[in-house]
Structures are given as C-alpha cells and as structure tokens.
C-alpha cells in the first residue's frame, strides 16, 4: 500500500515537473541510505543520470517562468511529464525493471502497470496544469508566470519528498490539489459571470 501512495505521489509531483521527482529519488539514493531503488532502478543513482537530470531541470525551471516559451515548454512536456511519472511511479512502487527484452512477456506479465498507472496520474496533473497555466497568464498580463511555476516547483518538491518519507501524506496532498482546482475553477467561473453581468 505505502508503495502505491509513494509511486502516486511521485508521479503526480512528475506531472508538475518532470525532473524532480526522478532527480530527488537518484540524489536520495545515492547520498543517502533512506531509499533503496530496486534493482531495475538503480541507474537513478548514477553520477551521470544525476548530472544530465540537474542540466534538464535548470531549462524546465528557466522556461516554465517565462509568459509564451511556459507555454511552448508545456507542449513539450506533454510527452516528457508522462514519461517520467511512468518512470517514478515504477521505481517509486519498486517495480523491478523498465527494460524490455521479451515485449510479449513485458505485456503478459503485470511488470507495466506500474509505469502506465504512473503516466495517467502525470498526464491528468500535467493537463490541469497545462490548462490553468493560459488563465493564470491572461488575467495577470504574464507576470503570474514565475508566481505559478514556483509555487509549482515548490509542490514538486514537496511532494517528491512526502510521497518518499511519508507516503501516507500523498493521499492529503493530493486531496489538497483536487479541492484547489476545484476551487480555482469555481473561482474563474465567478468572475466570468461577474463581467457578464451588465452595470
């Protein structure tokens, strides 16, 4: 069960930033001894892995703050955010490999379930995302930009953590995240009716 929630945290953390779950799962495994990466998942830990993640990471934080290129690097993402929940779900959940050398076995066994429950719960974080995105930059003239991509970082993070050294939080944080996009859309659905409303 713990497994389940630390995979759907990090995999929802993924469909904010694509880079920080995996690269917080690599540095904790590496640096540290409270994750063990199950075997299939040990090239996390690599130096290498590490250093090209913290390279990507840079770009998505630099790009994700600009009014326009937040835009351009969210169509992007829509392949890459996924990817990488598929891929933290996998590792987060202790699915053992990623690697596929008998596609037929791959497919019948239950090895891939992991990686796609991984990609929907990206993908559905990314799309909500990607949607408020437009609105947060239109009724701020763009300057809600960097407001909204850090406080997104900072969620991120916090979830990537959470979801590794207290999974059963996941479950509140991502009720937290449900109650504000609901909240958030009421909130823009108010405001609409407000202009239409003649003076």
Do not use: C
Request: charge should be neutral; charged fraction near 15%; aromatic fraction near 8%.
């Amino acid at each position: 069960m713990f497994e389940i929630l630390t995979g759907s945290g990090l995999a929802a953390s993924a469909g904010l930033n694509a880079y920080i779950p995996l690269l917080t799962m690599g540095l904790l495994a590496r640096y540290t001894d409270v994750i063990t990466l199950p075997a299939g998942w040990q090239w996390l830990g690599d130096g290498w892995v590490i250093a090209i993640l913290v390279v990507l990471l840079a770009v998505e934080v630099v790009a994700d703050k600009v009014p326009v290129v937040d835009h351009v690097n969210d169509v992007v993402q829509t392949v890459v955010r996924p990817t990488a929940g598929g891929l933290a779900f996998g590792a987060g959940s202790s699915s053992e490999t990623v690697t596929v050398s008998d596609p037929g076995q791959f497919f019948s066994s239950s090895d891939w379930v992991p990686v796609v429950v991984g990609v929907l719960i990206a993908l559905g974080v990314h799309l909500l995302k990607s949607a408020a995105r437009p609105i947060v930059n239109a009724s701020t003239a763009g300057v809600g930009a960097p407001v909204a991509s850090t406080a997104e970082d900072a969620t991120s993070v916090v979830m990537s953590l959470v979801a590794i050294l207290l999974p059963v939080l996941v479950l509140v944080l991502l009720v937290g995240l449900v109650v504000f996009v609901f909240w958030f859309l009421r909130r823009r659905a108010d405001r609409r009716r407000r202009r239409r409303v003649p003076l």
